[in-house]
């Protein structure tokens, strides 16, 4: 639970889209544990299910993140300027929270 809530907490605090993907995916790793404790089937199949879905989230959110850095020259998370990458890591930012 500490990784979970440092990790939180370092999102908030980047600017950098890396650092903030970095972050992410060190709290979808602390999750799964936690999801799978239980040894039950469908515990593994609920972690299972989760990780599936955030790495798809993830690797949206890393794509659109590096258009919008090669059409920028920049990886500031306060220059978005393009609308389509803003759109796609909105949504993987729903799928993350969902």
Same mark, same amino acid.
């Given at each position: 639970?500490?990784?979970?809530?440092?990790?939180?907490?370092?999102?908030?605090?980047t600017?950098?889209?890396?650092?903030?993907?970095a972050?992410?995916?060190?709290?979808?790793?602390?999750?799964?544990?936690?999801i799978? +404790?239980?040894?039950?089937?469908?515990?593994?199949?609920? /972690?299972?299910?989760?990780?599936?879905?955030?790495?798809?989230?993830?690797?949206?959110?890393?794509?659109?993140?590096?258009?919008? /850095?090669?059409?920028?020259?920049?990886?500031?998370?306060?220059?978005?300027? +393009?609308?389509?990458?803003?759109?796609?890591?909105?949504?993987a930012?729903?799928?993350?929270? /969902?």
């Amino acid at each position: 639970t500490t990784s979970i809530t440092l990790s939180t907490i370092m999102i908030t605090m980047t600017t950098h889209w890396l650092m903030t993907w970095a972050c992410l995916e060190i709290n979808t790793l602390s999750i799964i544990p936690l999801i799978s +404790k239980p040894h039950h089937p469908r515990a593994t199949e609920a /972690a299972t299910k989760y990780y599936l879905t955030q790495t798809m989230a993830s690797t949206t959110m890393l794509f659109a993140a590096t258009v919008e /850095a090669l059409s920028t020259s920049n990886w500031e998370l306060q220059l978005m300027t +393009k609308p389509m990458p803003t759109t796609i890591i909105t949504m993987a930012l729903m799928m993350k929270m /969902a």
